[in-house]
C-alpha cells in the first residue's frame, strides 16, 4: 500500500504549543509538508518545516493554503492574557474567523482548534460531568476565557453554515506541565493561594504531554466535533493544595471578585493578580464528560489528574535549585551559526588534510 | 519457594494470580508481582490508601478497642495523611476517609435516636443497577442519610447508596462541599443516567422540595412527583424502580408555618417554623426522636423500551404513578398499626 503525504498547515508554532508539536510532526514522514504560521520570529529553528511570519488577518493565507494543498489545519495561536486588551481579542477571535474564512475557500480538510473545558462555565446547575453539546455559556469577567467563549460561538456558528471543512475542537481540562505557562500554574505557583470560603471545588488536569499527544493523535486521525480531553479522576482544590504543600487563604467569593477586579483594573502585576482563575471555578465544579474521547477519539492520557499534579509540583519543588538557565543561555540562532560554522570549517580542513594525503601518497609513487 | 511454585500448574494458578477482589467483586485476574501477592494496581491501591468504592463497608470501621496510645498513633497517620493529600476521592467526589469519621454519629442516629425498622430489604439487589424512590420529609433532608444507612447497616451485601440531591443545596457554601464528600451527588438527569449506567444505587426524591418543606397538617400525602423525570431516566438505562416508604420522619420538625418572605431573602426554598425552632434558637433545629420504619417495596419492572417516541409520555406518566400509589399504599399500610410517633 503506498503510503500519501498530507500538508499540514500549524498556527502559532512561535508560541508554546505550536513549538512543541511541530518537532513531533516532523518526526512522521506523513506529514510532507509542514508549513507554520506566526506573527513573530521563533526561538528555536525548526527541521523540516517552512516558515512563514504572516498574521491571521493576512489574505495571502487563503492563497497559501490553495498551493501547498493543506489538508489539514492545527490552529494553536491563542494569546492567554487575563487583563482586556483589544489586540488580542483581534489576534484570538477575528484572527480565526479570517482563518476560517481561508479555509472555507480552500480545500481544506479538517481544522483543529484547541480550547478549554472553562467554556462551559462552573455552575451548581451542570451536570457533574458536562458533555461537549452543552451550552457555551463561561464566565466573562476573564479575557482569557471571554476570548474562548467569543471564539467557541463563532466556530459553532461557521460549522453550522459550512460543511466543509470539518472542524474539530479539543476542550482540555486545567493543563499543567513542566515547560509550559497556563493560569491554573500561575495560580498554584505562590506559597499562600486564595480559595473560596466553604467551597471546594472538583478538578481535573491534563498533563501537558498529554495535550501534545491528543493534537498529534487528532491530527493523525480522522475526528471531527467536539471532545472533552483531561486526565482520569477528580481532585478536590484542597487536595490539590495539600499534595502541593500550599497554604489555602480562604476569602469570601464577593471579596475574591472584588480585589481581582480591582487590581486588574488597576493593571498590576502582584499577588493578586496570581488569581488568574475567575472566582466562579473556585467555587463549583466544571468537569468535562471524557467518554466520548475514549470512545470515539480513542485517545487515553497518560497522567491522571492526580499524577499530573503530582509531576506539576515535583516540577515546582526542583525549579528553585536550578540554576537560571534564561540568564546563561546562549542564543539558540546563533549557536546554530556557530554549528555551521565550525562544520564548515570542518570539512573544509578534511578537504585540505586529503589534499596534502593524495599529494604526499603521490610523492611516494614518484620516488 | 519458586521451585515449588512451578511444581503444580493448579497451584502456580492460583499462586500467580493478584489476591485482591476488583471493584466488581471478582477476583483480580492480573499476576502478582513478588511482593503480598498482588498485582501492581492493587498494590498501589492499597499503598495509597482505602480500597476502591464498591468494596466499601462500614462494618470495617473501627469498633475494637485499641489502647490509647494506638489509636493516638492512628489519628496521627490519619491527619499525615490528610496534611500530605494522599487520599483517594471518586469521580463524584466522594471522600471515603472523611465519611468514615463521621460513621459513628450517623449509626448513633440511625440506631439509637431515630431507632429505624427497616423491611424489605430482600427487594434491593446486591448487584447492579437500581433507582430507589422514595417519600420525602422532615424539613431538613434526614430521610436520605437514613435509607442509606439501612442499606449500609441491614443488607447482607452493604453498598453505598447515591443520594441524588436538589442542586440548589450544591449551591450553598459548606453544605454543597460537604454532600459531596459523603456521597451525594446532584440530581440532574445526566448525573442519575450516568450513575446508573455505571450500576450503582440511585436514590431519589420526585417530590424534591414540595415534599420536603410541606406543612405538617399535610403530612403522609405525597405531593406531586415532578414531571416523571426519574421514569424517563430508569427507562433510558432499564433499571429497575424500587418504591421506598418513609415513615416517622414527618414528624421530626412540625412545620406549622411557612415564612416565606424571610425564605427568598436568603435564597431559601422555605423557612419553617416549628413549636420549638426560632424560639429555642439552635436548640430547636434538634429534630424530635421520633420512631422511623423504612420499607423497601417490590422491584417495578421497567418495560422493554421498543423504539417508538410517542409511546413515551403515556408510559412514563403511567410508571409514575405506579411508583406513587405503590409508595402512598406502603405508607398506609404501616400507618395502619402505627399506635405512637415515638415508640
New interface residues.
Partial sequence: MEKKTRSVLVTGVSHAWGAKLVPLLEEDPEFDPIIGIDFKKPEKPFKRMEFFQVDLHNPLIAELLQVARVDTVCHLLFLDSYMGSEEYFDQNVMGTMDLLAACAAGEINRVIIKSDTKVYGAD??????I?EDAEIKGFHQHRYIQDRVELERMVDRFTRHNKTPGVTILRFANVLGRTIDTPIMRYLDSNIVPT?????P?FQFTHEQDVIAALYHTIKTGAVGAYNIAGE????LS??????GKHPLPVSAALLKLTSALWRKAGRKGVLSSVPIEAGYLK??CLGDTTRMKKDLKFFPRYSSKDAVIDFFEHLRVRQYLPDRTAIRSDPLSSEKLQAWIQSRRRASDYLSDLLDTFNKEGEHDQ | MTSKDQGSPSNRASAGRCTAMTAKGSPCKNPATEEGGLCPIHQKARKSGPPPMESWSPSLSPDRKSSLAESLAEFRDWVGRRMRGDYVVDDWGFDEEFTQKFYPLIKWMYKKYWRVTATGLENVPAKGRALLVANHSGVLPFDGAMVIMAILEEHPEPRLVRALVLSLFFGLPFTGTMLQRVGQVQASPTNSERLLEADELALVFPEGVKGIGKPFRRRYQLARFGRGGFVRVALKTQSPIIPVSIVGAEEIYPQIFNLKPVASLFGLPYMPITPTFPWLGPLGAIPLPTKWYIHFGEPIPIPEMKYRPSEEPLLVTKISNQVRDTIQRQIFERLKTRRSVFW
Avoid: M
Fill in positions: 451548581y446547575l451542570h451536570p457533574n460531568y458533555t473560596v470560603l466553604g467551597h471546594d472538583l479522576g477528580v481532585l478536590p487536595q490539590v493544595l495539600r499534595i502541593g463549583y465544579n
